[in-house]
């Protein structure tokens, strides 16, 4: 949905092209990256979905009006949730013979 707002503002939408939307739609990307090379580079995939986590509570942060914890737990928070299991899982399976 994200990428999706970002793209109609990028083609000509209604609304004009704004720092925030060009953020979002970056730390978007990011969060796509870091979930598509889970598949293939674990320690990246991590990076790049604590980057995106981190990058939308600054995002948040600056850009909206109330209740930011909220807002983070429900955008932000689910990225580094799936960074900590991805993590541990690289972790685990380093061990293992």
């Known amino acids: ?10 083609t ?10 060009i953020t979002l739609g ?26 995106a986590s ?7 942060g600056i850009f909206a009006g109330h209740n930011h914890l909220l807002a983070w737990s429900m955008i932000g928070l689910p990225y580094l949730v ?3 299991l991805l993590f541990e899982s690289w972790w685990l399976t380093r061990k293992t013979p």
């Open 1 to 10: 949905m994200l990428i999706g707002a970002v793209f109609a503002q990028l």
């Open 12 to 21: 000509g939408g209604s609304e004009p092209i704004t720092i925030a939307g």
């Open 26 to 51: 970056v730390l978007a990307a990011i969060a796509l990256a870091g979930s598509i090379l889970s598949w293939w580079r674990e320690q990246l995939a991590v990076v790049l979905l604590i980057l």
């Open 54 to 60: 981190i990058g939308f509570g600054i995002h948040i």
């Open 82 to 84: 799936a960074a900590a």
